[in-house]
């Protein structure tokens, strides 16, 4: 059993929207498709694009489901037929097909987590990687809007995870997109995790500013406490060869704590640690009474479950 875990880019939309890499799928399929522009159900507004979303996936009999949407998005799928397209229409679904750990579709033991940029070409990569994961079963596929929500009955399901601040540019926006992966993890580990299940991250996929992002989420879960083995893989796209095992560190679940106390809800703390092993990691001096979270501690503070001082949690 394994929780894997998939950054989304758009080479699915992409490689879709000009019928490229259909190889292995029949004209007749591959000219749907690019009659059908599944990439365009969504919309091009954010908000509007993750609304449609909740309400096209929710549960049946959900206050929050949309039977309109819901009914517009089966026919659709029923129309250009996810389950017949080769694994190779996008970086995601290609490495995971590669991975010799894993299996298409996804078996009904694990959980697929498809992490998504807050952009439309990037949740329509997401949701129709998902629905391919999962053989065309929108019944097995759910929207997350919120990464720090609480995860539940996601056994045997392909979970896409809207995660704000992702496609940033900035160190504040990724500093909210490390916050809710972090939550996201935790989540993840606490709430639908077994113990001692693997986590399986896929890294092909998604802005490449994010990998090292990316990374340090896998190296906070491979730390925590009981945890299973936690992996993180990449292909590499000019050979035939299976995806690329990365290196992944493993922290002290108690230093980290350590040296992440003291930090305010602003992220800054004004006094300095009695150790500075994550120092220029996971947070930096300001001056000489002041040390301030980057992203990576933003995300290590929510993923190992450390509250903020003052908020009493």
């Not at 929207?17 to 259909?22: P, S």
């Amino acid at each position: 059993m394994t929780i894997h875990l998939i950054s989304v880019g758009i080479s699915l939309v992409d490689n879709l929207r000009g019928g490229q890499r259909l190889r292995g799928a029949d004209g007749a399929l591959a000219m749907t498709i690019v009659r059908e522009k599944p990439w365009e159900i969504l919309g091009t507004e954010p908000a509007f694009v993750s609304n449609w979303l909740t309400g096209a996936l929710a549960a049946e009999g959900s206050s929050e489901r949309d039977p309109d949407r819901a009914r517009l998005l089966a026919e659709k799928t029923d129309r250009i037929q996810p389950h017949r397209w080769p694994a190779r229409v996008s970086a995601e679904l290609d490495t995971f097909d590669r991975d010799p750990t894993a299996k298409l579709p996804l078996s009904q033991d694990d959980v697929a987590v498809l992490v998504s940029s807050d952009t439309a070409p990037g949740l329509a990569a997401g949701l129709w990687n998902a629905v391919v994961l999962v053989d065309g079963d929108l019944g097995r596929v759910r929207y997350l809007s919120d990464p720090a929500a609480p995860i539940d009955a996601a056994r045997g399901q392909a979970l896409l995870v809207r995660v704000p601040g992702l496609d940033a540019g900035d160190q504040r926006g990724f500093c909210d997109a490390m916050r809710g992966l972090g939550s996201l993890g935790h989540s993840l580990r606490y709430g639908v995790a077994h113990p001692d299940e693997a986590f399986r991250c896929y890294l092909s996929g998604g802005f490449k500013a994010a990998i090292p992002y990316l990374i340090g989420l896998a190296e906070g879960l491979r730390s925590l406490a009981d945890t299973g083995p936690v992996d993180a893989i990449v292909l590499h796209e000019l050979t035939e060869s299976g995806p690329i095992k990365l290196p992944l560190r493993r922290m002290a679940p108690g230093l980290v704590k350590q040296e992440l106390a003291g930090f305010g809800a602003d992220g800054v703390r004004r006094q300095a640690a009695k150790n500075s092993f994550l120092e220029g990691y996971a947070y930096e001096q300001q001056d000489d009474s002041t040390w301030r979270l980057t992203a990576f501690g933003e995300g290590l503070r929510a993923l190992f479950g450390h509250s903020p001082e003052g908020t009493g949690g």
